[in-house]
């Protein structure tokens, strides 16, 4: 019924049982198979098999009653690797386990495990792991995995790992202090992802997709509107990242241009970004690559006066990345320096909505491109470099009135409901 009133008496805490049934709570040494109670189950050592409780699970409770302190520490040596349970674990409101987990938790309100947990956790609220995480966490409000975590964390709210994330994280808030990925060094098999609105690493070499990614050291990929990271100076054959997003702070290598297209008269853009190799010596030139790498994004305003549709013309708004590639010379500027970037070869992709009024217009007009340019550097007020652009094009649109007539048309098709144009497009400009 209660401790103290039982089959095994008033010394319960000292039986291992096989089977215990619990009308409202009981306590035990430990449970071999199975155990349920309409409360509480209490262990004192270890646990096997299922524990099934109305309110609460709890394993390692009271384990150093009794003991001295030289008892207590060699009790913690021999449970440093092993788990106190190894099964399954259900309860209403909470599941806790003095040391490692290997196994099932699950819960309407909270797991915790005090040591490392090797399996799956499912709550309500929250889990908790004092030490590694090997497995999977789903909680519906957050995840913590204080050392380090192999495997996934989702949660609605927030995932947060303290020290180095090996797989996902899946949440509104991912944080850990560590990502490996293909560009870490040394090489590992690793892989890690997050996945949120705000993501958060030290030293990422994964994967961020969010709103906004923060890292501290970056090596791997960002995706999102906002890319905060700081590149290190890349060291023997490692690579910095890649940032792909609308706004990236911590960059190199931006640059603003001015150009004509075959759609536009007027078209600025701006880009940040980052270099992608280069190197931690005195100028900053890679160490075996023929050219400097720079991963850029471009914010791009166009517009063109007049148009036989609209007297006061049409203006667009769009987005673009760019792999751009600086010729390298010599390691030493001083001696040939002029020749060091005297040109470059860029490709990318990138995508602009036309608006039709001075409004955006809510109906479909989109452009898309895929682009490669040369560029050769001049002594214009400065250094300037002149370049030029093959571009292919693609303009979706619904509205007959929104059709543009390109001068090397490839395909066009006048669908029902979808209408696309197919060209071959050029630009000239000027990048500063």
């Known amino acids: 019924?209660?401790?103290?009133?039982?089959?095994?008496?008033?010394?319960?805490?000292?039986?291992?049982?096989?089977?215990?049934?619990n009308l409202f709570s009981g306590i035990s040494a430990g449970s071999r198979h199975v155990e349920v109670a309409g409360i509480t189950n209490v262990s004192l050592f270890?646990?096997?098999?299922?524990?099934?409780?109305?309110?609460?699970?709890?394993?390692?409770?009271?384990?150093?009653?009794?003991?001295?302190?030289?008892?207590?520490?060699?009790?913690?040596?021999?449970?440093?690797?092993?788990?106190?349970?190894?099964?399954?674990?259900?309860?209403?409101?909470?599941?806790?386990?003095?040391?490692?987990?290997?196994?099932?938790?699950?819960?309407?309100?909270?797991?915790?495990?005090?040591?490392?947990?090797?399996?799956?956790?499912?709550?309500?609220?929250?889990?908790?792991?004092n030490r590694d995480l090997i497995g999977v966490q789903m909680a519906g409000a957050y995840n913590v995995a204080s050392q380090s975590a192999s495997g996934m964390q989702?949660?609605?709210?927030?995932?947060?790992?303290?020290?180095?994330?090996?797989?996902?994280?899946?949440?509104?808030?991912?944080?850990?202090?560590?990502?490996?990925?293909?560009?870490?060094?040394?090489?590992?098999?690793?892989?890690?992802?997050?996945?949120g609105l705000f993501n958060l690493s030290k030293n990422m070499a994964g994967t961020q997709i969010g709103l906004i990614n923060y890292a501290k050291e970056m090596s791997g990929t960002q995706i999102?509107?906002?890319?905060?990271?700081?590149?290190?100076?890349?060291?023997?054959?490692?690579?910095?990242?890649?940032?792909i997003g609308i706004l990236n702070f911590g960059s190199k290598g931006h640059f603003t241009r001015?150009?004509?297209?075959?759609?536009?008269?007027?078209?600025?853009?701006?880009?940040?970004?980052?270099?992608?190799?280069?190197?931690?010596?005195?100028?900053?030139?890679p160490i075996h690559d023929r050219y400097q790498k720079f991963n850029q994004n471009s914010i791009i305003l166009s517009y063109n006066p007049s148009s036989r549709q609209e007297d006061h013309g049409y203006w667009a708004l769009g987005w673009r990345f760019e792999r751009l590639m600086y010729v390298k010379y010599t390691m030493f500027p001083k001696r040939n320096g002029p020749q060091n970037g005297a040109h470059f070869l860029s490709w990318g992709a990138g995508v602009q909505h036309i608006n039709w009024s001075r409004e955006i217009n809510s109906e479909l007009s989109l452009v898309t491109s895929v682009q490669g340019s040369f560029g050769r550097r001049y002594n214009l007020f400065g250094p300037r470099y002149l370049y030029i652009t093959a571009r292919f094009n693609s303009?979706?649109?619904?509205?007959?009135?929104?059709?543009?007539?390109?001068?090397?048309?490839?395909?066009?098709?006048?669908?029902?409901?979808?209408?696309?144009?197919?060209?071959?497009?050029?630009?000239?400009?000027?990048q500063v």
């Open 224 to 243: 999102g509107v906002i890319n905060i990271f700081r590149t290190a100076p890349v060291k023997k054959a490692s690579k910095n990242g890649v940032p």
């Open 395 to 430: 303009h979706f649109y619904q509205n007959t009135a929104f059709e543009i007539t390109p001068p090397l048309l490839l395909w066009q098709n006048d669908g029902n409901r979808l209408k696309y144009t197919i060209w071959f497009g050029y630009t000239l400009g000027i």
């Open 1 to 21: 019924m209660v401790p103290g009133i039982s089959t095994n008496g008033i010394h319960s805490g000292w039986y291992f049982n096989k089977f215990s049934f």
């Open 154 to 195: 989702l949660a609605l709210l927030a995932n947060i790992t303290r020290g180095p994330m090996a797989g996902i994280q899946f949440g509104m808030f991912n944080q850990n202090s560590g990502m490996p990925g293909k560009r870490t060094n040394p090489p590992t098999r690793a892989r890690s992802l997050q996945l």
């Open 46 to 129: 270890s646990g096997t098999g299922i524990q099934i409780g109305g309110i609460a699970n709890i394993v390692g409770a009271n384990s150093f009653i009794n003991l001295s302190l030289g008892e207590e520490r060699e009790l913690m040596k021999e449970e440093l690797d092993k788990p106190l349970m190894h099964g399954i674990q259900i309860s209403g409101v909470v599941n806790l386990v003095r040391n490692n987990v290997s196994g099932i938790q699950t819960s309407g309100g909270f797991n915790i495990s005090y040591g490392s947990m090797t399996g799956l956790q499912l709550a309500g609220l929250g889990n908790i792991v």
């Open 258 to 285: 001015f150009s004509y297209n075959d759609q536009f008269v007027y078209n600025i853009e701006r880009s940040t970004g980052n270099c992608s190799n280069c190197s931690d010596t005195q100028y900053g030139q």
